[in-house]
């Protein structure tokens, strides 16, 4: 069955290729690397395809560090695996997030008030007083 | 050996498109064939775009002001035309707007399951890529039906003319004179590309849409 590869699947796929990755990251090392012919008034393309080098690049730094057991080549191949995976990548940092704000809230608690956590019983609730 | 060959050979072929398909992107231009001619879209400039947006305004204006014989409005804005579709044919747009949310919901869902699968979950992963394409098709379908019946407000029919004059302005055809290629605009005046009956009108605001992706 013929599959319709549309704008935004053919520049995912450049820009995840290894020679537009390579240039990318050179780019930001070399302020002369000059990636497009303008160096002005962009066209959305261009503006949606430094978008996708910059999601890709990040995401084989993530790779080559091992960060995620869900991300792989493949996931990083297929759009929808891809469009899957930054999904579950934002909701993972969202959630670290709001684990780190919790923890920096009692410590500061902890600093404040050492009394209440000296037995290790005072505990940091957090109350969601918004109607459902 | 043989293998070793052609998969050398596939790896060279991956690379050589990787560097020989940049048109896309290797300038603010987009090139396009209709039947044996080459045309080119480029980015509107400051000028242009200005005169555009002059275009819209006088456009919306005029709408605006239009009445019928009984004095009532000939065009509507997109709020009025939303209430009067539900009232006079029963299209509840409110309605089909939450039904995208809806499918946009369960989108979220297939999508939050299938990036928690390993490669080797083959079936698992197809099954699932099904599902988000027959769910994107579904929404597909429920946006181009409220595109279909809000294209007739004033904001649209003024944007519609916003995009046109762009396209007027900015697609030009390849033409060799003396072995010397050179680009030419295509319509030399708005009124010019609006007697156009042609694909090549319709090509090249589809093709101007997605230069600037002004989807």
Known sequence: MYKYESTDDKLRKLARSSYWQNLYRSSKECSNIQLFENTNNLSGIQVRFLYFLAVYSMLFDELARHEDEFLSVNVIEDVERCDGYLIYRNKKQDHLWKKYRREEKLSEHKSRHPKSHKDGKAQLIEVDLRRE | ?215
């Open chain 2, 1 to 215: 050996m043989v293998n070793e060959n052609n998969q050398m050979q596939e790896v060279l072929d991956e690379l050589q498109n990787d560097i020989l398909n940049p048109e896309l992107i290797q300038d603010n231009k987009l090139h396009f064939r209709v039947e044996s001619k080459i045309y080119r879209v480029r980015m509107p400039n400051q000028k242009e775009l200005s005169e555009a947006n002059d275009r819209k305004n006088r456009k919306y204006m005029e709408l605006l002001q239009k009445k019928n014989l009984d004095g009532s409005s000939a065009y509507l804005m997109e709020k009025n035309l939303i209430k009067l579709l539900k009232e006079s044919q029963g299209i509840d747009i409110a309605l089909i707007d939450s039904e995208v949310k809806e499918l946009e919901n369960k989108l979220m869902d297939k999508y939050l399951s299938l990036a928690q699968l390993k490669d080797t979950d083959v079936t698992a992963i197809e099954n699932l890529k099904k599902e988000i394409s027959e769910i994107k098709d579904k929404r597909l379908i429920l946006i181009l039906d409220k595109a279909g019946y809000l294209a007739i407000s004033i904001q649209n029919q003024a944007q519609d003319d916003y995009m046109k004059f762009l396209t007027s302005t900015c697609v030009e055809e390849y033409m060799e004179v003396e072995e010397k290629g050179t680009w030419n605009k295509v319509w030399k005046k708005f009124e010019d590309y609006e007697k156009d009956d042609t694909n090549l009108a319709y090509i090249s605001l589809g093709r101007l849409t997605e230069l600037m992706l002004n989807v």
